[in-house]
């Protein structure tokens, strides 16, 4: 949800600390949607990823996960930390909360 903002608005008018705000609320949303976080709560019956290959957590999703490699590849041609992608530039935070639009896990 807070991830149509950034399309909905010209990026020269939003400003880094709101960036860092909307990136924070969306990544905590997105979050709390995947497996590993559901089976805590005893909302899943897996905390394990559909890829299978290790629990669906947020590093699992922007960094290794089979699933998603071609929206990561779109997104990082040349690869990115999980620091740069959580913590980085105004443009990095953009890019994240793009992907994570891509992986279709609805926020
Ligand atoms: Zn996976």
Not at 5 to 31: D, G, K, W
Not at 70 to 88: I, M
């Amino acid at each position: 949800m807070t991830g149509m903002l950034f399309t909905l608005l010209p990026q020269n008018c939003i400003s880094n600390s709101y960036v860092h705000f909307l990136a924070s609320r969306q990544f905590e949303t997105f979050t709390t949607l995947l497996r590993a976080h559901m089976h805590r709560l005893g909302l899943s019956h897996t905390p394990n990823c559909p890829c299978e290959t290790g629990p669906q957590t947020p590093e699992h999703i922007l960094q290794t996960c089979p699933l998603h490699q071609e929206a990561r590849t779109d997104h990082w041609p040349q690869g990115a930390t999980l620091q740069e992608q959580l913590w980085g530039t105004k443009d990095s935070l953009i890019l994240t909360t793009s992907f994570i639009q891509a992986t279709k896990l609805e926020v």
